[in-house]
């Protein structure tokens, strides 16, 4: 696997690094994301990934991987579940923030970007209130990790490490910039387009905790 110390560098601020993860990570064999140069950005939705947190350059390696493996549907207590991928073209989350603190030797923390933003992904299904697709006029930002278990073993992952229930203090603190980040500099609607997926129909994602952080970073 390549060391992310070896990835070019998208952005860097005194206390954030983006490094640029986007052609190292595992793409559909067949499909691609269209893609729209300068793309009007309207909303930015957090999400989580709702998995386990393998540390540094394997936490996007192992969620584009399961977002571009086929789907598997059997029978789960008399239930139709899905226990395979997603089948998309790709990553679908513009950002990642690990759970596990990763720092660069100057102190900053450090976040992958692993879709382009030009790239008309898959993270958010239906439409806003104007009409238009969240999808194709919107960014997603995925914190790593489970955030919003119930407890079911249907509902998330069973290793208790992965319960993660809550934000790391550096992801949190690393959601936070990047949230803003992206709105005052790439969101048409400034933080006002700040959103999360429970928004957009998805109630568990990105769980309590990622709302207070969209919140505060909306009012901010």
């Not at 393998?54 to 991987?65: F, R, S, V, W």
């Not at 959103?195 to 909306?218: L, N, Q, Y």
Request: charged fraction near 20%.
């Amino acid at each position: 696997m390549v060391d992310w110390h070896a990835l070019p560098v998208f952005y860097s601020s005194p206390t954030l690094l983006v490094v640029d993860a986007v052609e190292v990570l595992p793409r559909h064999s067949n499909k691609t994301y269209v893609m729209i140069p300068d793309r009007d950005i309207a909303r930015v939705y957090l999400h989580h990934t709702a998995g386990a947190v393998p540390y540094g350059l394997a936490g996007p390696m192992a969620t584009a991987g399961f977002c571009i493996r086929p789907k598997k549907w059997m029978l789960v207590h008399g239930r139709k579940r899905n226990i395979g991928g997603r089948g998309w073209a790709g990553m679908p989350y513009h950002i990642f923030i690990p759970y596990l603190p990763i720092f660069d030797m100057g102190g900053r923390a450090v976040v992958f970007l692993t879709q382009r933003l030009d790239a008309w992904s898959w993270h958010t299904g239906g439409k806003m209130r104007d009409g238009r697709s969240r999808n194709k006029f919107g960014a997603g930002v995925v914190m790593q990790g489970c955030m919003s278990c119930t407890g079911d073993p249907l509902q998330g992952p069973k290793d208790l490490d992965q319960l993660l229930g809550v934000p790391s203090p550096f992801q949190e603190l690393a959601t936070i910039t990047v949230l803003g980040g992206l709105a005052d500099e790439h969101c048409s609607a400034g933080r006002d387009g700040l959103r999360c997926h429970s928004d957009a129909g998805k109630p568990s994602c990105p769980g309590f905790a990622g709302e207070i952080i969209v919140d505060a970073v909306r009012a901010a």
